[in-house]
């Protein structure tokens, strides 16, 4: 559970706390008057309404209380958006197109973070991650390559480009295990959260192709 379920819980035990002290308060009064002997209806009235009003207090208390926790715990939330998509790279020293797979990690939250690494998965986390840190090696998208692990301020990205065909033949192992239709997840590995999940629309099938 998440810390905002965690805080939209508290409130609505607190709610409940309130509600069951509001009809304890009003059958005291009640219990009060009738021990008494007394039933002037308009002081049991100002008696219930004292208690509605000091319930109604505790309400909005309780519900500034938890605004107040919101606006503390959302500044210091790791929040990243990771996606991928395709692009073609033109090289003037071989005079050819390279064909590659760009992963763009952004921090949209309001703190900084710190990347460990950039992993791809099939399935999401009950399932083994991808190693890809040596897909560029050697190659003329080395010099792209992103080194971990890279801060990024709030607003800040970086793109991740990896050599299409050498992630399709590296991928190619994945069909033996793998239907093609499971869904693609790109896994950031972030210093305090640990591994995140991205689902993206892609599948297996859209990197190894061909028919089931």
Not at 57 to 77: C, E
Not at 142 to 160: H, I, M, N
Not at 169 to 183: F, G, N, Q, S
Request: glycine share 8%.
């Amino acid at each position: 559970m998440d810390w905002r379920k965690c805080v939209i819980v508290i409130g609505l035990i607190a709610i409940f706390i309130m509600g069951i002290h509001l009809a304890w308060t009003i059958s005291n009064v009640l219990l009060m008057n009738e021990l008494n002997g007394e039933y002037d209806v308009s002081s049991l009235r100002w008696a219930i309404i004292g208690a509605l009003g000091s319930w109604a207090g505790s309400i909005f208390g309780a519900i500034a209380l938890v605004i107040s926790i919101l606006a503390f715990w959302q500044p210091q939330r790791v929040n990243i958006q990771a996606s991928i998509n395709t692009a073609i790279m033109m090289n003037t020293i071989l005079d050819k197109d390279i064909k590659a797979y760009v992963i763009t990690v952004k921090n949209i939250g309001l703190r900084s973070v710190t990347v460990k690494n950039v992993y791809l998965n099939f399935g999401g986390k009950k399932n083994g991650i991808f190693f890809v840190g040596m897909l560029n090696e050697g190659s003329v998208l080395q010099a792209f390559t992103v080194k971990f692990p890279r801060k990024l301020e709030p607003g800040e990205s970086f793109d991740y480009y990896l050599l299409m065909d050498k992630l399709d033949d590296a991928l190619k192992h994945y069909e033996e295990k793998t239907p093609r239709k499971t869904a693609f997840y790109i896994c950031v590995d972030e210093v305090i959260k640990g591994n995140m999940y991205f689902k993206t629309q892609w599948t297996l099938e859209d990197f190894v192709g061909g028919d089931n």
